[in-house]
T-cell receptor, first 113, second 112 residues
Framework: DAMVIQNPRYQVTQFGKPVTLSCSQT?????MYWYQQKSSQAPKLLFH???????NEADTPDNFQSRRPNTSFCFLDIRSPGLGDAAMYLC????????????FGSGTRLTVV | SQELEQSPQSLIVQEGKNLTINCTSS?????LYWYKQKYGEGLIFLMM?????EEKSHEKITAKLDEKKQQSSLHITASQPSHAGIYLC????????????FGEGTQLTVNP
Protein backbone atom coordinates (compact mmCIF):
# COMPACT_ATOMS: atom_id res chain seq x y z
CA ASP A 1 0.00 0.00 0.00
CA ALA A 2 1.17 3.52 -0.79
CA MET A 3 1.96 5.27 2.43
CA VAL A 4 4.01 7.65 4.53
CA ILE A 5 6.48 5.98 6.87
CA GLN A 6 8.20 7.63 9.77
CA ASN A 7 11.18 6.22 11.58
CA PRO A 8 11.69 5.69 14.37
CA ARG A 9 8.33 5.64 16.18
CA TYR A 10 10.03 6.61 19.43
CA GLN A 11 13.29 8.50 19.76
CA VAL A 12 15.10 9.39 22.95
CA THR A 13 17.92 11.89 22.67
CA GLN A 14 20.13 13.72 25.09
CA PHE A 15 19.85 17.42 25.70
CA GLY A 16 21.97 19.18 23.08
CA LYS A 17 22.76 16.07 21.06
CA PRO A 18 21.78 16.37 17.37
CA VAL A 19 19.00 14.08 16.25
CA THR A 20 17.48 13.26 12.86
CA LEU A 21 13.97 12.04 12.19
CA SER A 22 13.13 10.32 8.95
CA CYS A 23 10.09 10.31 6.67
CA SER A 24 9.60 8.39 3.45
CA GLN A 25 6.67 8.16 1.04
CA THR A 26 5.63 5.86 -1.76
CA UNK A 27 2.87 8.18 -3.01
CA UNK A 28 5.12 10.24 -5.28
CA UNK A 29 3.59 13.39 -3.80
CA UNK A 30 5.15 16.75 -4.57
CA UNK A 31 4.87 18.23 -1.10
CA MET A 32 6.25 16.95 2.18
CA TYR A 33 5.50 18.62 5.50
CA TRP A 34 6.86 18.47 9.03
CA TYR A 35 4.56 19.27 11.92
CA GLN A 36 5.38 19.51 15.62
CA GLN A 37 2.67 18.55 18.08
CA LYS A 38 3.21 19.16 21.76
CA SER A 39 1.06 17.52 24.37
CA SER A 40 -2.60 18.60 24.20
CA GLN A 41 -1.87 21.08 21.40
CA ALA A 42 -2.68 21.29 17.72
CA PRO A 43 -0.05 20.19 15.21
CA LYS A 44 2.07 23.18 14.20
CA LEU A 45 3.67 23.39 10.77
CA LEU A 46 7.45 23.76 10.93
CA PHE A 47 8.25 23.77 7.21
CA HIS A 48 7.46 22.07 3.96
CA UNK A 49 9.09 21.19 0.68
CA UNK A 50 7.25 21.72 -2.59
CA UNK A 51 9.42 19.51 -4.78
CA UNK A 52 12.87 20.94 -4.04
CA UNK A 53 11.63 24.31 -2.86
CA UNK A 54 11.99 24.71 0.89
CA UNK A 55 9.39 26.79 2.73
CA ASN A 56 10.13 27.68 6.31
CA GLU A 57 7.44 28.98 8.66
CA ALA A 58 8.34 32.37 10.08
CA ASP A 59 8.33 31.21 13.69
CA THR A 60 10.23 27.94 13.24
CA PRO A 61 13.38 28.07 15.38
CA ASP A 62 16.75 27.94 13.62
CA ASN A 63 17.46 24.83 15.65
CA PHE A 64 15.21 22.93 13.23
CA GLN A 65 16.45 22.10 9.76
CA SER A 66 15.18 19.88 7.00
CA ARG A 67 16.56 18.02 4.01
CA ARG A 68 14.82 16.45 1.06
CA PRO A 69 17.43 14.55 -0.97
CA ASN A 70 14.84 13.09 -3.36
CA THR A 71 11.07 12.86 -3.88
CA SER A 72 10.67 9.96 -1.49
CA PHE A 73 12.59 11.07 1.57
CA CYS A 74 12.52 14.03 3.90
CA PHE A 75 14.51 14.47 7.11
CA LEU A 76 14.03 16.67 10.15
CA ASP A 77 17.27 17.63 11.89
CA ILE A 78 17.24 19.13 15.36
CA ARG A 79 20.70 20.55 15.90
CA SER A 80 20.65 21.01 19.65
CA PRO A 81 17.50 19.57 21.18
CA GLY A 82 16.19 21.24 24.28
CA LEU A 83 13.64 19.94 26.76
CA GLY A 84 11.04 22.11 25.06
CA ASP A 85 11.51 20.22 21.80
CA ALA A 86 10.02 17.05 23.24
CA ALA A 87 6.95 16.43 21.11
CA MET A 88 5.31 14.26 18.49
CA TYR A 89 6.71 15.04 15.05
CA LEU A 90 4.35 14.32 12.18
CA CYS A 91 5.29 14.03 8.54
CA UNK A 92 2.64 14.53 5.87
CA UNK A 93 2.49 14.59 2.10
CA UNK A 94 0.19 16.03 -0.54
CA UNK A 95 0.11 16.49 -4.30
CA UNK A 96 0.14 20.25 -3.77
CA UNK A 97 -2.57 22.83 -4.37
CA UNK A 98 -5.77 23.38 -2.42
CA UNK A 99 -8.09 20.58 -1.40
CA UNK A 100 -6.04 17.66 -2.61
CA UNK A 101 -5.82 15.75 0.65
CA UNK A 102 -2.98 15.11 3.02
CA UNK A 103 -1.53 11.78 4.08
CA PHE A 104 0.11 11.55 7.49
CA GLY A 105 2.68 9.16 8.87
CA SER A 106 2.33 7.56 12.28
CA GLY A 107 4.61 10.13 13.85
CA THR A 108 7.83 10.04 15.86
CA ARG A 109 7.58 10.76 19.56
CA LEU A 110 10.74 12.55 20.65
CA THR A 111 11.86 12.53 24.26
CA VAL A 112 14.75 14.74 25.37
CA VAL A 113 16.60 13.69 28.52
CA SER B 1 -6.14 34.34 17.77
CA GLN B 2 -6.59 30.90 16.28
CA GLU B 3 -7.54 30.69 12.62
CA LEU B 4 -9.52 27.54 13.40
CA GLU B 5 -11.56 27.33 16.58
CA GLN B 6 -12.84 23.96 17.75
CA SER B 7 -15.50 23.44 20.37
CA PRO B 8 -15.85 21.96 22.82
CA GLN B 9 -12.27 21.42 23.97
CA SER B 10 -13.32 18.25 25.75
CA LEU B 11 -16.42 16.14 25.86
CA ILE B 12 -17.47 13.27 28.11
CA VAL B 13 -20.50 11.29 27.04
CA GLN B 14 -22.23 8.09 28.03
CA GLU B 15 -22.05 5.24 25.56
CA GLY B 16 -24.98 5.38 23.15
CA LYS B 17 -25.34 9.16 23.25
CA ASN B 18 -25.05 11.42 20.24
CA LEU B 19 -22.55 14.26 20.14
CA THR B 20 -21.41 17.13 17.94
CA ILE B 21 -18.04 18.82 17.57
CA ASN B 22 -17.74 22.15 15.80
CA CYS B 23 -14.95 23.78 13.85
CA THR B 24 -15.14 27.45 12.88
CA SER B 25 -12.75 29.35 10.66
CA SER B 26 -12.06 33.06 10.64
CA UNK B 27 -11.37 32.79 6.90
CA UNK B 28 -12.97 31.10 3.92
CA UNK B 29 -12.30 27.39 3.85
CA UNK B 30 -11.23 25.75 0.62
CA UNK B 31 -11.20 22.33 2.18
CA LEU B 32 -11.98 20.95 5.60
CA TYR B 33 -10.55 17.74 6.99
CA TRP B 34 -11.42 15.74 10.06
CA TYR B 35 -8.87 13.53 11.74
CA LYS B 36 -8.92 11.31 14.78
CA GLN B 37 -5.90 10.78 16.99
CA LYS B 38 -5.35 8.34 19.78
CA TYR B 39 -3.05 9.60 22.50
CA GLY B 40 0.59 9.39 21.39
CA GLU B 41 -0.24 8.18 17.90
CA GLY B 42 -0.49 9.62 14.40
CA LEU B 43 -3.53 11.08 12.67
CA ILE B 44 -6.25 8.91 11.20
CA PHE B 45 -8.05 10.53 8.28
CA LEU B 46 -11.84 10.56 8.66
CA MET B 47 -13.31 12.81 6.00
CA MET B 48 -12.63 15.68 3.64
CA UNK B 49 -15.24 18.29 2.69
CA UNK B 50 -14.84 20.98 0.09
CA UNK B 51 -18.17 22.18 -1.20
CA UNK B 52 -20.52 24.36 0.78
CA UNK B 53 -23.38 22.24 2.03
CA GLU B 54 -21.45 19.03 1.51
CA GLU B 55 -22.15 16.23 3.94
CA LYS B 56 -20.31 12.92 4.26
CA SER B 57 -20.88 9.92 6.46
CA HIS B 58 -18.79 6.97 7.46
CA GLU B 59 -20.34 4.41 9.75
CA LYS B 60 -21.75 6.46 12.63
CA ILE B 61 -19.80 9.64 11.93
CA THR B 62 -21.24 12.44 9.79
CA ALA B 63 -19.49 15.68 8.87
CA LYS B 64 -20.98 18.72 7.23
CA LEU B 65 -19.55 21.90 5.74
CA ASP B 66 -21.85 24.87 5.96
CA GLU B 67 -23.00 26.82 2.92
CA LYS B 68 -20.84 29.82 3.64
CA LYS B 69 -17.83 27.50 4.01
CA GLN B 70 -16.57 28.80 7.27
CA GLN B 71 -17.81 26.17 9.66
CA SER B 72 -17.97 22.42 9.88
CA SER B 73 -19.59 20.05 12.32
CA LEU B 74 -18.80 16.43 13.12
CA HIS B 75 -21.64 14.38 14.52
CA ILE B 76 -21.33 10.95 16.09
CA THR B 77 -24.48 8.92 16.49
CA ALA B 78 -24.84 6.31 19.25
CA SER B 79 -21.28 6.78 20.50
CA GLN B 80 -19.13 3.80 21.48
CA PRO B 81 -15.95 3.55 23.56
CA SER B 82 -14.07 3.00 20.29
CA HIS B 83 -14.95 6.56 19.31
CA ALA B 84 -12.87 7.94 22.15
CA GLY B 85 -9.84 10.00 21.19
CA ILE B 86 -8.88 13.46 20.00
CA TYR B 87 -10.73 14.86 17.02
CA LEU B 88 -8.88 17.44 15.00
CA CYS B 89 -10.22 19.62 12.25
CA UNK B 90 -7.76 20.83 9.66
CA UNK B 91 -8.33 23.25 6.83
CA UNK B 92 -7.00 24.64 3.61
CA UNK B 93 -7.59 28.30 4.40
CA UNK B 94 -7.67 31.08 1.86
CA UNK B 95 -4.26 32.76 1.52
CA UNK B 96 -2.49 29.97 3.40
CA UNK B 97 -1.34 28.19 0.28
CA UNK B 98 -0.75 24.47 0.15
CA UNK B 99 -0.72 23.71 3.85
CA UNK B 100 -3.03 22.41 6.52
CA UNK B 101 -3.96 24.53 9.51
CA PHE B 102 -5.32 22.73 12.56
CA GLY B 103 -7.76 23.50 15.31
CA GLU B 104 -6.81 22.77 18.92
CA GLY B 105 -8.69 19.48 18.98
CA THR B 106 -11.55 18.02 20.98
CA GLN B 107 -10.82 15.31 23.53
CA LEU B 108 -13.70 12.83 23.50
CA THR B 109 -14.27 10.34 26.31
CA VAL B 110 -17.04 7.76 26.00
CA ASN B 111 -17.98 6.05 29.22
CA PRO B 112 -19.37 2.50 29.01
Amino acid sequence: DAMVIQNPRYQVTQFGKPVTLSCSQTLNHNVMYWYQQKSSQAPKLLFHYYDKDFNNEADTPDNFQSRRPNTSFCFLDIRSPGLGDAAMYLCATSRGGPVVGYTFGSGTRLTVV
Amino acid sequence: SQELEQSPQSLIVQEGKNLTINCTSSKTLYGLYWYKQKYGEGLIFLMMLQKGGEEKSHEKITAKLDEKKQQSSLHITASQPSHAGIYLCGADIATSGSRLTFGEGTQLTVNP
